[in-house]
């Protein structure tokens, strides 16, 4: 019988571990916190990220690493994306040589501007050869729902992807398989970025010409990235770059848009991030991305403009306008 571990309790890792469990897969959701996990053991749901959702049976919660992680088939990894490494060492040393390893994270590491399967990979490099990348148009809730969802696992070596495939598409979560983990995890962080761009639209009280500017131009931006960091250009116009823009930008449900749309309405930063639990994974994605612009000479206007606003006090209104008159360009400027 197939075993999944699930490691990060979050509205996401909830989401997969319900999924994965609905399916009849004996699954293990780990949580950092011992209170956390007794608290989900004793009253069968996640009530902090998905509340009213009931745990079936064949759902165990635990606080104990080692039994979130041995005998498993696949291990989902579903920190933060900040969290992932110091949770790799953690859990490392019972991690079985056949387990695959998913990232389901959407992030980049700020200190070595890593993807996800990049730090996997370092920490873990006997698994090499077992690691993929899960990402697409997958607002938890939504999922969790059962409502109809895709999304692309990304492999280096495809039979890895076809088993993560097989392991978690079900009747209402349909995984495409893809070889370009660079585009998949870089769509997948990126359009976090675009997504609070989106939220300062709602705020702003802007319309759907901007919200359809800022999706079209962030794709620009997203792509230049990734093209320039070895990804497939194709790989943008899917579920992980396309696909998740438009959920993101679109849907008040998405975290990051929520923080866009309040920050525009005139909360702090800090303020607003010590009132959650929930990650927005865009505010360290605008400063990794940045330095990876840098790295890679493409330019990233409206993450540039973003990050000026978060971290550097420029007033919103006073942002579009100088995003607006930058030199003029082509529309297909800086792809070829
Ligand atoms: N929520 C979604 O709809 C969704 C969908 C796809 C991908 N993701 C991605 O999944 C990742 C996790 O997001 P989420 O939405 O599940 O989280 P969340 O925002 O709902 O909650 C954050 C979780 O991180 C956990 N956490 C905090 N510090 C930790 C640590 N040191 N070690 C382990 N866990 C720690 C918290 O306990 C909490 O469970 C993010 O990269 C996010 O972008 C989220
Ligand atoms: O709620 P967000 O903004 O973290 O977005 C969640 C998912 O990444 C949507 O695909």
Same mark, same amino acid.
Request: hydrophobic residues 45%; negative net charge; proline residues 4%.
């Given at each position: 019988?197939?075993?999944?571990? #699930? $490691?990060?309790?979050?509205?996401?890792?909830?989401?997969?571990?319900?999924?994965?469990?609905r399916?009849? !897969?004996?699954?293990? $959701?780990?949580?950092?916190?011992?209170?956390?996990?007794?608290?989900? *053991?004793?009253?069968?749901?996640?009530? #902090?990220?998905?509340?009213?959702?009931?745990?079936p049976?064949?759902?165990?919660?635990?606080?104990?690493?080692?039994?979130?992680? @041995?005998? =498993?088939?696949?291990?989902?990894?579903?920190?933060?994306? @900040?969290?992932?490494?110091?949770?790799?060492?953690?859990? +490392?040393?019972?991690?079985?040589?056949?387990?695959?390893?998913?990232?389901?994270? =959407?992030?980049i590491?700020?200190?070595?501007?890593?993807?996800?399967?990049?730090?996997?990979?370092?920490?873990?490099?006997?698994?090499?050869?077992? $690691?993929?990348?899960?990402?697409?148009?997958?607002?938890?809730?939504?999922?969790?729902?059962?409502?109809?969802?895709?999304?692309?696992? +990304?492999?280096?070596?495809?039979?890895?992807?076809?088993?993560?495939?097989? $392991?978690?598409?079900?009747?209402?979560?349909?995984?495409y398989?893809?070889?370009?983990?660079?585009? #998949?995890?870089?769509g997948?962080?990126?359009?976090?970025?675009?997504?609070?761009?989106?939220?300062?639209?709602?705020?702003?009280?802007?319309?759907?010409? +901007?919200k359809?500017? !800022?999706?079209?131009?962030?794709?620009?931006?997203?792509?230049?990235? %990734?093209?320039?960091?070895?990804?497939?250009?194709?790989?943008?116009?899917?579920?992980?770059? !396309? %696909?998740?823009? !438009?959920?993101?930008?679109?849907?008040?449900?998405?975290?990051n848009? *929520?923080?866009?749309?309040?920050?525009?309405?005139?909360? =702090?930063?800090?303020?607003?991030? @010590?009132?959650?639990?929930?990650?927005a994974?865009?505010?360290?994605?605008? *400063? +990794?991305?940045?330095?990876?612009?840098?790295?890679? @000479?493409?330019?990233?206007?409206?993450?540039?403009?973003?990050?000026?606003?978060?971290?550097?006090g420029?007033?919103?209104?006073?942002?579009?306008?100088?995003?607006?008159?930058?030199?003029? =360009?082509?529309?297909?400027?800086?792809?070829?």
């Open positions: 019988m197939v075993a999944v571990g #699930v $490691i990060g309790s979050g509205a996401w890792g909830t989401t997969l571990a319900l999924l994965l469990a399916k009849g !897969i004996s699954t293990t $959701i780990w949580d950092h916190r011992v209170e956390r996990a007794l608290e989900m *053991q004793r009253t069968r749901e996640n009530s #902090v990220f998905l509340p009213n959702i009931r745990f049976d064949n759902l165990s919660i635990t606080s104990d690493i080692a039994e979130a992680v @041995q005998a =498993k088939d696949l291990l989902l990894l579903v920190t933060p994306s @900040q969290k992932l490494r110091e949770n790799l060492r953690l859990l +490392a040393p019972y991690l079985a040589p056949e387990t695959l390893l998913v990232s389901a994270s =959407k992030g590491e700020i200190t070595s501007l890593q993807r996800m399967t990049e730090v996997i990979a370092e920490e873990l490099p006997d698994w090499r050869e077992r $690691i993929a990348a899960l990402s697409g148009p997958n607002l938890s809730r939504e999922v969790a729902e059962g409502k109809p969802t895709a999304a692309v696992v +990304a492999s280096d070596v495809p039979e890895v992807a076809i088993q993560a495939r097989t $392991i978690i598409t079900c009747s209402t979560f349909r995984v398989t893809s070889n370009d983990v660079i585009g #998949v995890e870089l997948g962080a990126l359009k976090n970025i675009i997504a609070i761009a989106a939220g300062f639209n709602v705020g702003l009280g802007y319309g759907e010409n +901007a359809a500017a !800022i999706i079209t131009r962030g794709l620009a931006e997203i792509s230049r990235l %990734g093209v320039a960091a070895g990804a497939n250009a194709l790989t943008f116009a899917g579920l992980a770059g !396309i %696909g998740d823009l !438009i959920a993101t930008c679109a849907s008040p449900l998405s975290r848009q *929520q923080l866009g749309r309040r920050l525009a309405e005139g909360e =702090k930063l800090n303020d607003i991030l @010590q009132s959650t639990h929930s990650v994974e865009g505010v360290s994605t605008t *400063q +990794a991305a940045l330095k990876l612009a840098a790295r890679y @000479q493409v330019e990233m206007p409206i993450a540039r403009q973003l990050s000026l606003i978060l971290f550097e420029l007033d919103p209104h006073k942002a579009v306008p100088e995003l607006m008159m930058r030199d003029p =360009k082509g529309e297909l400027e800086g792809f070829a």
